[in-house]
């Protein structure tokens, strides 16, 4: 799943992928066992590196793979919440495994964050596979049954867009406290296989997603949404400068940017040594460059969200992906 970000200056977030296991294959599925290691992370070792990684004022996300898979995910929250994790989130696929709403409640869990892709079954599990819309759904009203705080996460792209404004009544009805509208990355699944890639453009993007934040907030729900084209006004900035994003995975890659997630190009390595940095070239060297296009990874691995007007300009400069509008 596409985790629950949200890109602020000089603010420190961890996701923390604990397991590489999934029972679903969604066609957009960015994990890749070959560059992330495959399998789940002992808890032992996930504590450590909870403690090497937490600061003052950090968000942590669990994910994976599904982190429901993982049989410690429940002391892995208690103990985040010990250490003192300024919020603590678990994005899930909704299939809730080892019971997990019944070990821990919603003093340890500030958010769980459901994937969905579609407002019914034939859009989702066209996507994400047979009978999860139902099981999403299901597990989305135990977990508002049991009190906890919920998310949905809806990754646009060209297989769901126009389904897209379907959602309001859905999950006004599912009584969710926040959407997370995203858009799918060229990453994983999607680079491998060409019927997978399915990416907007800036018209499709316009026509429909600031709309339907618009119709969420009128509801009182949050609605949080990435900012992907950069209007003439507005300034282009890499949160891999500014920000401290860490994107951990079992075989101990650390990476500061989503987009290069496919490549051995991460920042650091975390091992019982600590958090190391890795020696250049690396993916702090991309973050340095300045191009018209705006992100340079963007333009690197998936510039088909690109386009450029008859001098060769691009129309657009493509936002940092972390970057996010709040309405
Ligand atoms: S639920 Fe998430 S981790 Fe599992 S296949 Fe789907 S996108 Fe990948
Ligand atoms: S998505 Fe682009 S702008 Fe954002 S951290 Fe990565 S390289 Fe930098």
């Known amino acids: 799943m596409n985790p629950t970000i949200l890109f602020k ?20 599925c960015y994990i890749d066992p070959v560059q992330h290691g495959l399998g789940s992370i002992p808890l032992d070792q996930i504590m450590q590196w909870l403690t090497y990684l937490k600061k003052d004022n950090t968000d942590l996300v669990l994910l994976g793979g599904e982190p429901t898979l993982h049989p410690d995910l429940s002391e892995i929250v208690k103990f985040s919440r010990k ?15 080892h019971n997990i709403l019944n070990r821990v409640t919603p003093h340890d869990v500030d958010f769980f964050s459901f994937s969905l892709d579609g407002p019914d079954a034939s859009i989702n599990d066209a996507i994400r596979g047979a009978d999860s819309f139902e099981t999403c759904t299901k597990g989305i ?17 060209a297989m769901n867009l126009k389904s897209l404004n379907q959602m309001p009544v859905l999950i006004q009805k599912l009584d969710i ?22 990416q907007i453009n800036y018209e499709q993007w316009m026509t429909h997603v600031p709309k339907v934040a618009k119709q969420v907030v009128q509801l009182g729900i949050p609605v ?11 300034f282009f ?21 989503p987009l290069c997630e496919d490549y051995p190009i991460h920042s650091y390595m975390i091992s019982t040594d600590g ?14 460059l300045s191009i018209p296009e705006g992100c340079v990874m963007n333009k690197i691995v998936q510039p088909g969200n690109i386009s450029y007007d ?11 992906c972390l970057l996010k509008e709040e309405a």
């Open 237 to 257: 900035e890499c949160a891999g400068r500014v920000a401290d994003y860490f994107f951990v995975f079992p075989n101990g890659r650390v990476y500061q940017c």
């Open 224 to 234: 949080t949404y990435p900012k992907v084209f950069l209007q003439k006004d507005e």
């Open 141 to 157: 009203l135990a977990a508002r049954e049991k009190g906890f705080s919920v998310s949905v996460i809806y990754t646009v792209s």
């Open 83 to 97: 250490l003192g994790f300024k919020s603590i989130t678990i994005d899930t696929n909704g299939y809730l495994f």
């Open 275 to 288: 958090l190391k940095k890795m020696p250049p070239i690396n993916e702090q060297q991309f973050f340095d």
């Open 9 to 28: 200056k000089n603010t420190r977030s961890v996701f923390f992928h604990i397991t590489t296991h999934c029972n679903l294959s969604c066609r957009h």
């Open 177 to 198: 406290q926040r959407f997370f509208i995203q858009v799918i990355g060229i990453r994983g699944n999607s680079s491998k296989n060409a019927s997978n890639n399915q």
């Open 310 to 320: 008859k001098e060769g300009k691009p129309m657009h400069q493509i936002a940092c």
